[in-house]
């Protein structure tokens, strides 16, 4: 018998009396409403994801950047719904605090809505809390099913890298009047279908600020300036080893870092200061 047995009762990692509280939606708006930033980096591995959540990561993404990271491919394009539920089921396993979102691959959400409910479910049963779709307009119906059915819903707007063929490389949106309308019309209506959480990546600084000032539910940067609810990057990116050129808005949080986790523990204090992003050096101005 344990010393404490609300211990043995315990349903779930996490809720132990003696463990970290777990991170819910509800605890990541109380955030966001009382001006706490939120620190969520990329995580595709068991012991990355447990040394991130020790050093106070609120939410770790099981982007399909891991197709780059990983997989060494040049795109996110080619990664399966198998392989994210292969990844979110290492993470998973290993976050006690931190909520966890798994990004929807490219060809699982496109066809239609029972589609993307049949992905989700498969990347929730494989422990995601939170499931990540790119882009808008056609994407709110979606979403909208998706949070019906107990789905909690991340929407990304501005660079949405599964259309990069479409969108012609990896390049600033929303730069000019009409893109920039289109991008606030698409996040009213992501906000209205019930996406709780919107990552905006590789826009205007002042266009993500006007953005995250109305949403109603969290918007995270990437790319995007100071003034969003919180900043999430690829761990690779941030540690420094990136294959290939690193994106100009990420900063390398191992100068200077005597090991990942001083890095980590660096992003964590500096997001959650507000100096990192620094707009004149790792944003990107209107
Ligand atoms: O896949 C990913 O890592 C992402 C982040 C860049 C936001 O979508």
Redesign the pocket.
């Given at each position: 018998m344990p010393a404490n047995p609300s211990e043995a009762a315990a349903p779930y990692a996490g809720t132990a009396a003696t463990g970290p509280k777990p991170m819910t939606l509800h605890r990541l708006r109380a955030m966001r409403d009382s001006g706490q930033p939120v620190a969520m980096l990329?995580a595709y591995d068991a012991a990355s994801a447990a040394l991130l959540d020790d050093c106070g990561v609120d939410c770790l993404?099981v982007?399909?950047?891991l197709g780059m990271v990983m997989q060494g491919h040049a795109s996110?394009l080619p990664v399966s719904l198998e392989q994210m539920a292969y990844h979110v089921g290492c993470v998973a396993r290993a976050a006690r605090r931190a909520w966890v979102l798994a990004?929807l691959p490219f060809g699982s959400y496109q066809a239609d809505a029972a589609q993307a409910v049949r992905s989700a479910v498969t990347l929730m049963q494989a422990g995601a809390q939170m499931v990540?779709l790119e882009g808008g307009g056609w994407t709110a119906p979606v979403v909208a099913a998706l949070v019906e059915r107990g789905i909690p819903v991340c929407a990304?707007l501005g660079l949405t890298?599964q259309s990069v063929h479409a969108l012609g490389g990896y390049r600033i949106q929303g730069r000019d009047a009409s893109g920039a309308q289109l991008l606030q019309r698409h996040a009213r209506e992501l906000a209205a279908a019930g996406a709780a959480m919107l990552?905006l990546?590789l826009v205007p600084s002042d266009l993500a600020a006007a953005v995250s000032a109305e949403y109603p539910g969290i918007c995270i940067g990437?790319g995007a300036g100071a003034r969003t609810h919180g900043q999430?990057l690829?761990l690779h990116d941030m540690l420094d080893i990136t294959l290939g050129p690193k994106p100009r808005f990420v900063r390398n949080f191992m100068q200077g870092a005597a090991s990942v986790r001083e890095a980590v523990q660096a992003y964590v204090r500096d997001v959650k200061a507000g100096v990192f992003p620094d707009e004149a050096l790792h944003g990107y101005a209107a």
């Open positions: 990329t993404l982007g399909d950047s996110t990004d990540k990304h890298p990552v990546e990437i999430v690829v």
